[in-house]
């Protein structure tokens, strides 16, 4: 099985910067596309970027697209959202997660696998 550890996230001010990575066990990432996702209290688990398994194809949420950034470096086992210009409507846990679906990949039910989380908090 794959085990994913996220890290990276903390307290910023809003307009800072924070880098996420998640680290993923086993010897078949390159296997996997790789998503993000956050959820802030009260509210739903949210699409935020994925990854193609070659690292080739990305796609954004609405919300984040020009500001943040997902990348994954194959000979590490690691993904990586790069997050600019953060707004406090960016607050919530972010997690990562591994899928073999091609297609779908807003939807957290095509992930097979996810992370514990790492929050991240934007104050204003």
């Known amino acids: 099985q794959v085990q994913l550890v996220e890290s990276g996230g903390g307290l910023v001010q809003a307009g800072g910067s924070l880098r996420l990575s998640c680290v993923a066990s086993g010897r078949t990432f390159s296997s996997y596309a790789m998503g993000w996702f956050r959820q802030a209290p009260g509210k739903e688990r949210e699409f935020v970027a994925a990854?193609?398994?070659?690292?080739?194809?990305?796609y954004y949420a609405d919300s984040v697209k020009g500001r943040f950034t997902i990348s994954r470096d194959n000979a590490k086992n690691t993904v990586y959202l790069q997050m600019n210009s953060l707004k406090p409507e960016d607050t919530a846990v972010y997690y990562c997660?591994?899928?073999?679906?091609?297609?779908?990949?807003?939807?957290?039910?095509?992930?097979?696998?996810w992370g514990q989380g790492t929050p991240v908090t934007v104050s204003s």
């Open positions: 990854i193609s398994r070659s690292g080739g194809i990305t």
């Open positions: 997660a591994a899928t073999t679906v091609l297609r779908g990949w807003v939807l957290g039910t095509a992930y097979d696998y």
